[in-house]
């Protein structure tokens, strides 16, 4: 590792197609993008512009038909299924629309279930729950179901989720699209602190004012990068974020 300025994250000529011959469309069309530990970045753009996809393929979610993608240092679009599953539980953290919590579990074990599935003991799980969803504000919602939680407070539920892991970039796919102001001010608070912590974050946002948080925004239009602005890039941007390291591949 080359000091602290490698990418945590990196694209080269990432491209997606769906469908076959005439119906053949490349949601993601040779995308080239470096993003430095520790960077907020947003990615905006129209409907159907491949915002989506390309955060699937960067998190591993989806593999590219081209291109390459790297993360810690490893390229992850070749890993067979085993291993691109270890990434998915260990090494990276998603944060969804529509949350995508488990209805029959509390808050608590929403977010110890990641940890349990990535090996953490029972006791390390629980400890690691109860300290995030304190610091996500829900400490006295701990033993709520999904349910029983307004939407925001099941996004924080979400978020907690996502960190559980320490992984080593969270990503986010319009994570206040279903929220009201109130809620995506929460929301946007936490991710503020993420990113005073050091948490590289990658989010895909219509919402300009969440895209005004970020350390950088990237404009997707079909499919390419359309633009590359860094509206608050930090001086101090490329620190630690690599210390946190995890190996996944154990
Ligand atoms: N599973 C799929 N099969 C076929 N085409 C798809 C599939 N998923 C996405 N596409 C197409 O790929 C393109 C990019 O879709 P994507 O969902 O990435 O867009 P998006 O920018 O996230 O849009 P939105 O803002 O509406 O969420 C679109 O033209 C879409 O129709
Ligand atoms: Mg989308």
């Known amino acids: 590792m080359n000091g602290d300025r490698a990418p945590v994250l990196r694209a080269s000529g990432l491209s997606r197609a769906y469908g076959r011959d005439e119906s053949m469309v490349w949601a993601v069309d040779g995308v080239d993008l470096d993003v430095p530990a520790g960077q907020t970045l947003a990615v905006t753009g129209p409907s159907g512009c491949g915002k989506s996809t390309l955060l699937q393929l960067l998190g591993g979610l989806d593999r590219p038909s081209e291109g390459e993608v790297w993360l810690g240092g490893r390229r992850i679009d070749r890993l067979g299924e085993r291993a691109l599953a270890r990434l998915r539980r260990r090494a990276v953290g998603f944060v969804f629309q529509s949350f995508h919590l488990m209805d029959e579990l509390t808050a608590a074990e929403n977010v110890e279930l990641p940890a349990l599935l990535a090996g953490a003991t029972p006791r390390t799980a629980r400890r690691r729950a109860a300290g ?47 929220l009201d102001s109130a809620a995506t001010n929460e929301v946007l608070r936490l991710f503020g602190e993420l990113r005073s912590a050091g948490q590289t974050l990658v989010m895909v946002t219509h919402d300009e004012r969440v895209a005004a948080t970020a350390d950088r925004v990237v404009s997707l239009r079909d499919g390419r990068t359309a633009g590359d602005d860094r509206p608050h890039e930090r001086p101090d941007d490329r620190r630690s974020g690599l210390g946190a390291l995890l190996n996944w591949e154990e």
């Open 132 to 178: 995030l969803l304190d610091r996500v504000g829900l400490a006295e919602r701990t033993r709520h179901r999904p349910s029983q939680l307004s939407g925001g407070q099941r996004q924080r539920v979400a978020i907690a989720r996502a960190l559980v892991n320490e992984p080593l970039v969270v990503f986010a796919d319009e994570p206040t699209g279903n």
